[in-house]
Antibody
Framework: QVQLVQSGAVVKKPGASVKVSCKVSGYTLTELSMHWVRQAPGKGLEWMGGFDPDDGGTIHAQKFQGRVTMIEDSSTDTASMELSSLRSEDTAVYYC??????????WGQGTLVTVSS | DIQMTQSPSSLSASVGDRVTITCRASQSILSYLSWYQQKPGKAPKLLIYATSSLQSGVPSRFSGSGSGTDFTLTISSLQPEDFATYFCQQSYSTPYTFGQGTKLEIK
């Protein structure tokens, strides 16, 4: 059984960067396809990026290009998502999730990132 | 990017009702369509993948159908625990876009 445990809530100032981590247990990270999804307060789900089945790399949604970095550390089975140049619109719960073409079947508990001056 | 449009955006129903939620893709996504249930303060839960395959542990009152651009999620007999928000998602091509959600409320 896969479990994903994310880092805790954070508050950041506009212009800063945030790093959210996602620790995998039950499987090794290299066996899994990791994705990141966010949800602004009271809003819907937004796929940010994740495993690209076409080339085995990582692909990001266009709107986050240049601002997001997704890293996987196989030595600790921990995935991380770093978002830079934060603005108020980035206030959201950020989720890591496992899956791909057949849906995202395991999710972390979510990490609230608040961007406020 | 493929746009996913869900309808209705909200729905009031009673326990025991049969409800249907629809999701339309802006282009064909074959059968790469998933449905999720989300309750307040919780992560989404995968209900159905590949249009009609029931995720392990999901009650059989949930079903999905469709292909190409038009898809439906049906709950055959609503239970109290089904009142939640439902999202569709296409996984045909990146970005894996979601529908805007359907909030299912108790009448």
């Amino acid at each position: 059984q896969v479990q994903l445990v994310q880092s805790g809530a954070v508050v950041k100032k506009p212009g800063a960067s945030v790093k959210v981590s996602c620790k995998v247990s039950g499987y090794t990270l290299t066996e899994l396809s990791m994705h990141w999804v966010r949800q602004a307060p009271g809003k819907g789900l937004e796929w940010m990026g994740g495993f690209d089945p076409d080339d085995g790399g990582t692909i990001h949604a266009q709107k986050f290009q240049g601002r997001v970095t997704m890293i996987e550390d196989s030595s600790t089975d921990t995935a991380s998502m770093e978002l830079s140049s934060l603005r108020s619109e980035d206030t959201a719960v950020y989720y890591c999730a496992i899956g791909g073409n057949l849906g995202l079947d395991y999710w972390g508990q979510g990490t609230l990132v608040t961007v406020s001056s | 990017d493929i746009q996913m449009t869900q309808s209705p955006s909200s729905l009031s129903a009673s326990v025991g009702d049969r409800v249907t939620i629809t999701c339309r893709a802006s282009q064909s996504i074959l059968s790469y369509l998933s449905w999720y249930q989300q309750k307040p303060g919780k992560a989404p839960k995968l209900l159905i993948y590949a249009t009609s395959s029931l995720q392990s542990g999901v009650p059989s009152r949930f079903s999905g159908s469709g292909s190409g651009t038009d898809f439906t999620l049906t709950i055959s007999s609503l239970q109290p625990e089904d009142f939640a928000t439902y999202f569709c998602q296409q996984s045909y091509s990146t970005p894996y876009t979601f529908g805007q959600g359907t909030k299912l409320e108790i009448k």
